[in-house]
């Protein structure tokens, strides 16, 4: 269990991190979600020790990370796989690490050939490519065999093979009873990994939900949408606008895009209806609509909120703000 | 702590520059005295040749390579990002940066020795007997011993400033332009030069060793004077460097 309590980090007079509490429980893949710039690298660096809270604590297992003996036995991490110096070998990178927490030299060689850089582990990691050193990146971070992952942005460079990869992975992890804390910046890649959200902005909490409370919530929201084909459209139809949803034809009037209602209530008022459905899909599209808004009205209010006082704080919200938009 | 000095051994021996740099070492500390001695035996000049004489490349550019080398081990830790890793490995950061002290500072002294110990037989038997004074290891055993403590305490300080500046560019230009050209600029400054000469670490450091004060210096100590002040003056940067590195994010 690792459990943030209260955790704030100010950098000069901006607040990067924002008296931020939440708990990431074993057992499941816990997606750090939230857009570029909104604290997450920066809470994984405090929750290492790397980086000192302004105040509040992170505790692993109830403990300071600064505590732990041994700790790469209990908390492993991938936050940034460039961190290697590019003269040394893969194995002599893994080596010293493993020496500094005294665990035996052919742990070295195992989590090679986990992560299947057994052949290249001779080679200077600076010739290695982006998507190898992330592999390196993530069997420094299995080398203690730890209880807890912290995972920044692990699928950074990966091909698509490699992102398969890691996902099963993370699962597998997890699937053993241990913690597993990823972060990313995409929320569709998280639906499909995580069991639980953790999503930020602004260095502050947004959600902390499961996955499936996730897609349900966004799935009523008026951007959210659902795609649904059936016999006689006309008849459903009618009865999903009876019962408040908002329409649009899709595909030469074959399908139907349902707003504001949920998957489920759709399955309903189609049983209640008699209508014989052939399609009810859950557009993806809507989960990351759903996101934005959220992590947007954060900003908004956060820009709001500290109008007049603070006015660096409320350009740096603005700025996000757009990247949000953009995006 | 046994653990982490292992880690910081696999790190310097698993890089290709420290052969270099022990390569340089040994090139400069040898080479010095060796043509120190070839000049002794010109007959147009009127040389002596001392044990201080067949050493003078151990703490000429022998020392300026420990130091480089002192300075690279902890910068380019950061360059790379992997002081992270370390810190993450070794949450009590006071470890990492006394491992490498114990580490590197125990073969710059080790280095010393061993140089000495070959540098002043090899000057004695090309240099002319005639022109010896006091050549031998039978009385050089003062020069070794404070040749060992000043390459230790060089690479400390070397190691506090990487710490402090973390840039490897600027802590490389600090250790090569502090003992060529930053000290002897500090001791020509019109009106305080003098009075600031005595206190130079570096140019302390030297009187350790030599026993002999450079030109127009009154240092307030002797040569063992001067061996401690280099040595705490290094002390306390490395210590500066270890509060750095504790109290800073990584």
Known sequence: MIQIQSLTKDFGSRTVVDNLSFEVRPGLVTGFLGPNGAGKSTTMRMILGLDRPTSGQALIDGVRYRDLPRPLTRVGALLDARWVHGQRSARAHLAWLAASNDLPRARV?????????????????????????QRLGLAAALLGDPQHLLLDEPDNGLDPEGIVWIRRIMKRLAAQGRTVFVSSHLLAEMALTADHLVVIAAGRLIADLSVQAFIAESAISPTGSVRVRARDLGVLGEALRSAGASLERLDDGLALRVRGLSAERIGEVAARAGSEVHE?????????DAFMRRT???????????????????????????????? | MISTLR??????????????AAALFVFFSLGFGLANAYLVNDPAHDFTMSNAGATEGIRGLGLTVLMVLGAVFITQEHRSGTIRLSFQATPERWRVLAAKGLLLGGMGATGAILMAAVAIPLAARVADPERHKNLGLGTAGGTIAALAI????????ALGIGALVRSTAVAVAVVVLWP????????????????LAPF???????????????KNVDYLWGQLGGLTYFGCFAVVVFLAGVCAIERRDA
């Open chain 1, 109 to 133: 060689d195992e989590v090679l050939e986990m992560v299947g850089l057994t052949e290249v582990a001779a080679q200077k990691a600076g010739s290695l490519s982006l998507g190898m050193t």
């Open chain 2, 180 to 195: 060529a050209i930053l000290e002897s600029t500090v001791a020509h400054l019109p009106r305080v030069g003098e009075h």
């Open chain 1, 296 to 327: 947007e009205d954060a900003l908004q209010y956060r820009s709001a909120d500290e109008s007049g006082t603070d006015a660096s704080g409320t350009d740096e919200s603005g700025a996000d703000a757009s990247k949000v938009a953009v995006r």
């Open chain 2, 200 to 214: 130079l670490p570096l140019g302390n450091a030297m009187l350790g060793i030599t026993g002999k004060a450079s």
């Open chain 2, 150 to 157: 000043t390459c230790a305490a060089a690479v400390l300080l």
């Open chain 1, 280 to 288: 009810i899909y859950q557009e993806q599209g809507s989960l990351e």
């Open chain 2, 7 to 20: 880690a910081e051994q696999i790190k310097l021996t698993s890089l290709r520059g420290t052969w270099v």
